[in-house]
């Protein structure tokens, strides 16, 4: 039974700062590439960064310089550190990730049911 369990979100000032969390869950699994999706209202779900499991990371070229994406393997949690949030970082946050687990024939990608992030002038 695999799932992810974000935290981290909240409503923040803009220019302040914030770091989600996203924990995976069972002891039998692989877990390959991780990433940070967020969605606002009225607008689809975009990647905002991720992960591969070499330590490879990417962003959008709208929070670049500003976040930072990372991942603890020993923990299987993948961290996405949000500085000088700006007001169009709000959205709902959500974590994925590609995982493989013990009888499964292939690997799946999860979702985490979502954090809201609000950042206010």
């Known amino acids: 039974q695999v799932q992810l369990v974000e935290s981290g979100g909240g409503l923040v000032q803009a220019g302040g700062s914030l770091r989600l969390s996203c924990a995976v869950s069972?002891?039998?699994?692989?877990?390959?590439?991780m990433g940070w999706y967020r969605q606002a209202p009225g607008k689809q779900r975009e990647l905002v960064a991720g992960?591969?499991?070499?330590?490879?990371?990417n962003y959008a070229k709208s929070v670049k310089d500003r976040f930072i994406i990372s991942r603890d393997n020993a923990k299987q949690t993948v961290y996405l550190q949000m500085n000088s949030l700006k007001a169009e970082d709000t959205a709902v946050y959500y974590c994925?990730?590609?995982?493989?687990?013990?009888?499964?024939?292939?690997?799946?990608?999860?979702w985490g049911q979502g954090t809201q992030v609000t950042v206010y002038p």
């Open positions: 992960v591969t499991t070499g330590g490879t990371t």
């Open positions: 994925n990730a590609l995982i493989w687990t013990t009888g499964w024939r292939n690997s799946q990608s999860y």
């Open positions: 069972g002891s039998t699994v692989i877990i390959y590439d």
